[in-house]
């Protein structure tokens, strides 16, 4: 998967840059109705799809912090229930307000990396659930290392070139320690990140950002950043157990989050 878009600020790593915008690379794909709650964050100026996001409630999108970081929301649209990144049979939401989590630091916070990145949009109507769109679960308890678990998105299939998928794609990977994923990309990485292993094959690329890692059908993490793409790297997302109450307080009492254990 490609995490979107030019958001991106860049982070230099001997040769390599930091993706923050990622998308599927590789991988295969995947049907709308076996991901629901999957949703693609577009720019409406230029009409293609840039980040992704979860719902998890009739009016709230759980994403990534720096794909609405000092971005004007009047033209970002969410559209869900559509297998396609460009589609005129998907339903767009527009904004009403983004709550971005109070210590996300962004990628530009010298030796600090990527911290806190996670946000929740609300939207300004309700989403009508249906088999092809409605809110998935999250995972009320921690991740544990060397299970595996599924990436998806419509981000870039092919680095570095700039071709998108228009098609949902996902792929499997497998949970790493924090620790063996420090080792391999040497980027501050802390307790509220979970890394997956490196793949020459697959992996998160520019616009996958936002986008949910998947366990058992739950969702345990955000796609953050990523050295581009599908390098052999681990790819590193925000770890959604720990910001359980930062969810919770962000959505309105009156939308019921469903939150499961393992």
């Known amino acids: 998967m490609n995490f979107y878009v030019l958001l991106s600020l860049y982070f230099a790593l001997n040769t390599s840059i930091l993706c923050k915008r990622?998308?599927?690379?590789?991988?295969?794909?995947?049907?709308?109705?076996?991901?629901p709650f999957l949703?693609?964050?577009?720019?409406?100026?230029?009409?293609?799809?840039f980040c992704g996001g979860s719902i998890i409630t009739k009016r709230h999108i759980l994403t990534a912090a720096h794909c609405l970081f000092e971005k004007d929301y009047s033209i970002i649209r969410i559209y869900v229930g559509s297998n396609y990144s460009v589609s005129i049979y998907s339903e767009g939401y527009d904004i009403e307000s983004v709550?971005?989590?109070?210590?996300?630091?962004?990628?530009?916070?010298?030796?600090?990396?990527s911290r806190h990145d996670i946000a929740i949009i609300t939207l300004n109507k309700e989403i009508e659930f249906n088999v092809h769109q409605k809110n998935g679960i999250i995972q009320a308890d921690d991740v544990k290392v060397e299970v595996n678990a599924e990436i998806l998105g419509w981000g870039l299939i092919i680095f570095p070139s700039k071709v998108y998928?228009?098609?949902?794609?996902?792929?499997?990977?497998?949970i790493i320690k924090n620790t063996k994923c420090l080792e391999k990309i040497h980027l501050p990485i802390y307790d509220e990140h979970i890394c997956s292993d490196g793949n020459t094959?697959?992996?998160?690329?520019?616009?996958?950002?936002g986008g949910p890692l998947i366990i058992e059908d739950k969702?345990?993490?955000?796609?953050?950043?990523?050295?581009?793409?599908a390098r052999g790297f681990p790819d590193v997302f925000t770890r959604v157990y720990n910001y359980l109450n930062f969810i919770r307080t962000a959505v309105n009492a009156n939308y019921q989050l469903n939150i499961s254990v393992a």
């Open 219 to 229: 969702i345990v993490g955000i796609a953050s950043f990523c050295i581009p793409c």
């Open 22 to 35: 990622q998308k599927i690379i590789g991988g295969t794909v995947a049907d709308i109705k076996d991901f």
């Open 39 to 49: 949703s693609s964050l577009r720019n409406l100026t230029t009409n293609k799809h």
């Open 201 to 209: 094959k697959f992996g998160v690329c520019l616009a996958d950002s």
């Open 165 to 174: 998928s228009m098609v949902l794609r996902k792929a499997s990977v497998k």
């Open 99 to 113: 709550r971005i989590h109070p210590h996300f630091t962004g990628y530009n916070s010298p030796g600090k990396g």
